[in-house]
């Protein structure tokens, strides 16, 4: 040591020299605690740089991600599928169990997690701290509490409060809940506050804000939702997190000002401690209630990588239900006078022999409301956090914008005659304008036409000027607000000669310049490939698949080879010019649907973002096996049923199928097996399969095929176009035309995007209308009915242009009108209440007004669509006649005709909406 100090006085110029040290760090063993006091007898200047390696090491990187990611991953699993599990067991079979016991099984379970399910080397793993369980009215809700030796306590109005903490490679993460028991109108209501300030604070964590942004933001939430318990909370809402379990610097309180940035960590804790109720119970008088989850900053937001575990109302809160207390706590939810819903006591229930189970219309009525709460909270810190701003679409028409014809007044060609010019080489077209010639970029031109009448022509020209409706694509009015948009300008002429040389001109400028510009505008959404590296062995293989779209718009079938690889997938075909790269990074969603009743098995890919194939951009890719000819299952004759051959070919195709089948599974399993591997567990991939008994014959586009959901997405991959809904990008669901007596109805799907127009599916058998529910309440998807279809893009214009009357109003909660078709009937429909003629070509004059700024001309396109997607409604209706009968649903066809129909004529709009919960159904009138 002493060589060392010797070392360092011969290297310093300066005396004494300075030396950086961990002040507040204390020694372990005896080298450092030797080390520590030899340098403290050395003269050195001592500074204290614990500040710097914590600004130096609070931005993680993505091994160090992975690392917290895994480590929260062990501690939300053990919570909820070790520690809930036999909480309920307890509980349920009223035993004696003691905070220390819980604590010392919970441990075991961190360190062998194999006794929570979980495939993860033990020696990887530790506890950040040994857990805690409290219960019974003695709560601390400091970092250093600890379990005691007293009896866990489950009876009417107990509070239990859980906190989890593990490592995984030296990387802390955090997990702490709240449960319980028959809770009453004070607890309840403390839990829903104490949830949404929770939430609030985790929303705010985002790059560029400050720390005491999360603290404010949960202090707003609890003064406005609950100012009685502010007293009750704690000072701040949780500290960094990494290898320290609490980074004090970057402590989430009202007076740190530290500015947020991507990859920080955080462990968000919020509670309120020591709370009262009115009981005679010592162990239920007083209570606290403690949340927390270890939190991620991201560029596009916070993630939560605790949230498996969850925290709603309806998983935390247990109810025993027994005879005495059905009297006091209703099934139907009550509102009392500070506009809070009291607890319902069937959201979660432990069973009981004697306890008369709810229905299941109950069950899923309350799910609702809790599901609509949850959206109201959501929609108000959106809204609050600025989020809805129009920056995401701003890059695809940054061109359309920026257009520049001359860099300088100087570079306009001078004229001595006020006439329109037409200046090919600078794409321009100069305007007489007051005596000026202006210069207008041939892009920004939408169309020119000429008219003559007597001897005075006409020149017309319109120009892509931002529209008044509603366009979820129309950047201009937000980037360049308060500006006055020219969007006709008009010239007259005697020289008939010389107009229609000039109306000419243009288009021919336009015809070579807008191709161009819209290729270029394409391109820039395009994202850049990695390299992808050949892999030695070349193991992950499957051979002899199509793909769609194919390379080139070929229509014949092109053969090709996908392997796996360590960052991506390649597909190529015997052409060397026929390859496709893509990246797991831009990987979306991987689904994977093997052949039953299709007569194709596949694997499809949704991107993040676009990529080209052959001369298309596209977000899907998919791969597939042709495991029966289409033409093998027609026949042109009834055969014997004992006919070898016919016999023979049926059993060949089976045994193609599940060989063909067989080989998807392979290559899949060792795919997903490559996917967790550390580098790509960041990107969370999983491929997901449709399940099937939940779907439905619905027509999205023109056709009408049959729609699955998986996990995460809503399909149909067999017909294209394809379609792929991400649920968690899903805000509500509309049924429409939903009745007694009508065969079918539509679904109205509402994205968390306002400025994204609505997606319908037409046409939907009523028999799936519960299914449908069943399967939107499971993913705690809100969803509304009407008797008739709405106007959605007015409704979000609406809401787009005043967000806070939406949120004071109620939110959607004005999608609830009740009104019968004999309210509809005898009510006095004022003029416009179903639109004219008139109205609906105003409406698809606004739609061709909403085109892109550049104004591409899409006439080709859409005939090479109309291709591709398949034929007219009718057609198909007859061609899809036989399927229809085979699924059950002969008068599908009839149906969905008289549907088109009766949308033709009843489509709704809302172009004044008023969101009042108090106005009547039958007074309320549908515009």
């Not at 992975?66 to 599928?81: D, E, G, I, M, Y």
């Not at 498996?308 to 027994?322: A, G, I, R, T």
């Not at 004059?845 to 034929?871: I, Q, R, Y």
């Not at 057609?875 to 088109?900: L, Y």
């Amino acid at each position: 040591m002493q060589d060392i100090f010797q070392s360092i006085r011969s290297q310093c110029s300066m005396f004494p020299p300075v030396i950086g040290w961990i002040a507040k760090e204390d020694p372990e063993g005896p080298l450092l605690i030797r080390w520590g006091e030899a340098l403290k007898d050395t003269g050195f200047q001592l500074v204290d740089v614990s500040v710097s390696f914590s600004e130096l090491f609070a931005q993680k990187d993505e091994t160090e991600i992975t690392n917290v990611k895994k480590a929260s991953f062990l501690s939300a699993s053990v919570l909820k599928n070790y520690v809930v599990p036999k909480l309920e067991e307890i509980i349920e079979g009223e035993k004696k169990v003691t905070h220390y016991t819980l604590m010392e099984d919970t441990e075991n379970a961190i360190l062998d997690p194999g006794k929570a399910n979980l495939k993860i080397e033990p020696e990887n793993v530790d506890i950040c701290y040994p857990p805690i369980f409290q219960s019974g009215g003695v709560f601390d809700l400091k970092p250093d509490a600890e379990s005691n030796d007293d009896d866990l306590y489950y009876d009417a109005k107990g509070v239990i409060i859980c906190s989890i903490g593990a490592r995984y490679n030296s990387y802390c993460s955090n997990v702490a809940r709240t449960y319980l028991i028959n809770a009453d109108k004070l607890q309840g209501k403390a839990y829903k506050v104490l949830l949404r300030a929770h939430e609030a604070a985790i929303m705010s964590l985002r790059p560029g804000n400050t720390a005491a942004a999360s603290y404010k933001a949960a202090v707003e939430v609890v003064q406005r939702d609950g100012p009685e318990f502010l007293p009750h909370m704690t000072k701040s809402v949780g500290t960094g997190i990494g290898i320290e379990l609490r980074e004090i610097r970057l402590n989430l309180n009202a007076r740190n000002e530290r500015v947020l940035n991507v990859g920080m960590v955080f462990n968000v804790s919020l509670g309120f401690h020591n709370l009262r109720i009115e009981s005679d119970n010592p162990k239920t008088r007083f209570f606290s209630l403690l949340l927390s989850d270890t939190v991620i900053i991201r560029d596009e937001g916070p993630e939560i990588a605790t949230a498996m575990c969850s925290k709603s109302v309806s998983d935390v809160l247990y109810s025993f239900n027994d005879d005495e207390e059905e009297s006091e706590m209703k099934p139907n939810p009550k509102v009392d006078a500070n506009g809070t819903e009291s607890i319902i006591s069937n959201l979660k229930v432990i069973p009981s022999s004697d306890k008369q189970e709810a229905t299941k219309e109950e069950v899923q009525r309350q799910h609702q409301a809790e599901v609509s709460r949850q959206k109201s909270d959501e929609n108000a810190r959106m809204f609050t956090a600025g989020s809805s701003d129009s920056s995401d679409c701003q890059g695809s028409l940054k061109s359309a914008c920026d257009l520049e014809a001359y860099k300088n007044v100087d570079d306009i060609p001078s004229s001595k005659e006020l006439m329109i010019q037409v200046d090919h080489k600078n794409e321009a077209v100069l305007l007489p304008i007051n005596g000026l010639m202006v210069p207008f970029h041939i892009a920004t031109i939408k169309s020119a036409s000429s008219q003559q009448d007597g001897d005075i022509s006409y020149i017309r020209i319109l120009l892509n000027a931002p529209v008044s409706g509603f366009n979820a694509n129309n950047v201009l009015p937000h980037k360049f607000q308060g500006y006055v948009y020219l969007k006709e300008l008009s010239f007259r002429s005697k020289d008939t000669r010389h107009v229609n040389q000039v109306v000419q001109l243009i288009k021919n400028l336009r015809h070579k310049v807008v191709p161009r510009e819209s290729e270029k505008a394409e391109r820039a959404t395009l994202i850049t490939q990695e390299k992808m590296p050949i892999s030695k062995t070349k193991s992950i293989i499957l051979s002899d698949l199509c793909i769609r779209p194919s390379f080139g718009g070929r229509e014949r079938k092109i053969i090709g080879t996908l392997e796996g690889h360590s960052n991506g997938f390649c597909y190529s075909t015997m052409r060397q010019e026929e390859r496709l790269e893509v990246s797991y990074r831009n990987i979306k969603h991987a689904l994977f649907q093997p052949a039953e009743k299709e007569m194709i098995t596949l694997i499809h890919l949704h991107l993040h973002k676009h990529i080209r194939v052959g001369s298309k951009n596209t977000k899907d890719v998919q791969f597939y096996v042709i495991v029966m000819d289409a033409g093998a299952t027609l026949g042109t004759g009834r055969k014997s049923i004992n006919d070898s051959d016919d016999l023979e070919a049926e059993q060949q195709g089976r045994n193609r199928k599940s060989k063909v089948n067989a080989e998807f599974n392979t290559f899949i399993k060792r795919i997903s097996e490559l996917w967790e591997q550390p580098h790509l567990k960041a990107f969370n991939l999983n491929f997901d399969i449709p399940h099937k008994e939940f779907g439905f014959h619905g027509v999205p586009f023109k056709d009408s095929v049959f729609i699955v959901p998986t996990d995460n997405c809503l399909v149909e991959l067999i017909e294209f176009p394809f379609l792929v809904i991400t649920l968690s990008n899903i805000e509500i669901v509309n049924l429409e035309r939903v009745g007694i007596g009508k065969n079918n109805f539509d679904m109205t799907i509402i994205f968390k995007d306002f400025k994204q127009e609505a997606f319908r599916i037409d046409a939907i058998p009523s028999a799936s209308l519960d299914c449908i529910k069943d399967w939107l309440n499971s993913k705690n998807i809100k969803y509304y009915e009407s008797k008739m279809n709405l106007h959605w893009r007015p409704i979000l214009k609406t809401i787009l242009e005043d967000p806070k009357e939406f949120i004071q109003d109620g939110g959607w909660e004005f999608l609830n009108l009740q009104i019968s078709d004999s309210d509809l009937d005898n009510s006095e429909c004022e003029e416009g209440c179903y639109p004219s003629e008139l109205e609906e070509s105003e409406l698809n004059k606004e739609d061709s007004d909403n085109a892109s700024v550049v104004g591409f001309d899409d006439d080709k396109k859409e005939n090479e669509l109309t291709e591709v997607e398949g034929k007219r409604w009718d057609e198909v209706v007859a061609e899809k006649g036989s399927v229809d009968r085979e699924h059950g649903n002969e008068s599908g066809n009839e149906d969905t005709r008289r549907s088109h129909k009766e949308k033709s004529s009843t489509k709704a709009q809302l172009p004044n909406i008023k969101y009042s919960k108090g106005t009547s159904a039958k007074k309320q009138k549908i515009r």
